[in-house]
T-cell receptor, first 116, second 111 residues
Framework: NAGVTQTPKFQVLKTGQSMTLQCAQDMNHEYMSWYRQDPGMGLRLIHYSVGAGITDQGEVPNGYNVSRSTTEDFPLRLLSAAPSQTSVYFC???????????????FGPGTRLLVL | GIQVEQSPPDLILQEGANSTLRCNFSDSVNNLQWFHQNPWGQLINLFYIPSGTKQNGRLSATTVATERYSLLYISSSQTTDSGVYFCAVKGAATGRRALTFGSGTRLQVQP
């Protein structure tokens, strides 16, 4: 298993540009989440999904869109990048408790984003 | 939403020393996990421990759910233990089905 993969590893954008951060998992996990981590801080939840076709907002959803058309993929879209979105973005996945699986959360390696 | 507080925020140890990291949370939880973020930024799950005690080598964790805290013990610390340790919880009463993270404890183990 590759686990949770993220692309790209690093990206530089200009203010106003849009882009999609890719996330995929091959563990058949129902739950997937996106977090951002700013220097010296913990992880803040952006959006999450409890299954294909179902998404919900986290603590800091403004400026980001998500969709979940398949179990494996959970892309994060920045609609119009702003310097405040400079951060490291982590994608994570886990089984759902309804499915009876242990909810251990696995993280991807992260995408470092710089918005100029 | 649920609040998660970790202490201490920073910790410096000599190699071989023991330490205890604490995580307090403001409401009942049905999921609590400890993570280690290494100096390269990778997040590794250490324990899934909504209640009880678990051990894995030199690391162990205890969660007392009724008193709303969890402890992570590191014994005989090594330089490879350096990094940031995060506690994350999922509130039992909230509708949000994703983890809320504390701000972490930054550990530096000196040789």
């Amino acid at each position: 298993n590759a686990g949770v993969t993220q692309t790209p590893k690093f990206q530089v954008l200009k203010t106003g540009q849009s882009m999609t951060l890719q996330c995929a998992q091959d563990m058949n996990h129902e739950y997937m989440s996106w977090y951002r981590q700013d220097p010296g801080m913990g992880l803040r939840l952006i959006h999450y999904s409890v299954g294909a076709g179902i998404t919900d907002q986290g603590e800091v959803p403004n400026g980001y869109n998500v969709s979940r058309s398949t179990t494996e993929d959970f892309p994060l879209r920045l609609l119009s990048a702003a310097p405040s979105q400079t951060s490291v973005y982590f994608c994570a996945s886990s089984y759902s408790p309804v499915a009876g699986g242990k909810e251990t959360q696995y993280f991807g390696p992260g995408t470092r984003l710089l918005v100029l | 939403g649920i609040q998660v507080e970790q202490s201490p925020p920073d910790l410096i140890l000599q190699e071989g020393a023991n330490s205890t990291l604490r995580c307090n949370f403001s409401d009942s939880v049905n999921n609590l996990q400890w993570f280690h973020q290494n100096p390269w930024g990778q997040l590794i799950n250490l324990f899934y421990i909504p209640s009880g005690t678990k051990q894995n080598g030199r690391l162990s964790a205890t969660t007392v759910a009724t008193e709303r805290y969890s402890l992570l013990y590191i014994s005989s610390s090594q330089t490879t233990d350096s990094g940031v340790y995060f506690c994350a919880v999922k509130g039992a009463a909230t509708g949000r089905r994703a983890l809320t993270f504390g701000s972490g404890t930054r550990l530096q183990v000196q040789p």
